[in-house]
DNA sequence: ATTCTGACA
DNA sequence: TGTCAGGA
C-alpha cells in the first residue's frame, strides 16, 4: 500500500524545465528550419541555452512555446518581424499552447516497464514516434522508437 | 550522426 | 533563407 502507483509518477513527466530539445528536434517539430532559429536567436528574436558539453543549443519548453507562436504568426502572413512583435505583445497565445499540448501528447503506455508518454510522431513519414520514459530514478529519457516497434 | 560558424554561383 | 564548406 505505500509503493506508489505508476501513474504517479506521471506529473514527473510534465516538468516543463525536463522538456528540453536539440535544435534539430525543434526544427522538426515547429517547421522551422536550424538555419531560421540561429538567425532568429542572432536578431534576439528567440533564446535557446548550450548544452555545456558540445556548444550546441537546447531548447526548454517554454522558448519552444514562442518558437512555435511566432511560426503560427508567419503562417498567419505576419512577417518575421510583426510576428515577434504580436509575440511579444500578446504574450503566448493560449489556442497555440493547446493546440501544441493536444498534438503532442498522444498518451501514455509502459516501456520495459517504465511509464513513457506517446508524444506522437517525430517524422514526417510517421515512422518514428517519440516517447518521454519516466525510469525508475525519476529521470526523464527521451527516445525514438520505430512505429514497428512501438507495439510490442 | 548532429551541430556550429561563416559565406554566397 | 537555403545550402555548402570545413571543423568539432
Do not use: C
Request: proline share 1%; no cysteine.
Amino acid at each position: 500500500m505505500s509503493s506508489k502507483q505508476w501513474y504517479e509518477t506521471f506529473p514527473k513527466a510534465l516538468d516543463l524545465n525536463k522538456l528540453i530539445f536539440k535544435i534539430g528536434e525543434v526544427s522538426k517539430m515547429v517547421s522551422v528550419s536550424s538555419r531560421q532559429l540561429r538567425y532568429w536567436e542572432q536578431k534576439g528574436y528567440i533564446k535557446s541555452n548550450r548544452s555545456n558539453n558540445h556548444n550546441s543549443r537546447v531548447y526548454n519548453f517554454y522558448n519552444l512555446l514562442r518558437i512555435a507562436n511566432i511560426k503560427n504568426r508567419i503562417n498567419q502572413g505576419y512577417t518575421l518581424i510583426g510576428a515577434v512583435h504580436k509575440v511579444n505583445e500578446h504574450g503566448n497565445n493560449l489556442n497555440t499552447v493547446f493546440s501544441f499540448m493536444r498534438e503532442s501528447f498522444h498518451g501514455i503506455k509502459m516501456i520495459h516497464g517504465n511509464p513513457a508518454i506517446n508524444l506522437g510522431y517525430f517524422d514526417h513519414h510517421h515512422k518514428q514516434i517519440l516517447y518521454g520514459i519516466i525510469k525508475s530514478n525519476q529521470e526523464v529519457e527521451y527516445q525514438l522508437i520505430n512505429k514497428s516497434d512501438a507495439f510490442n
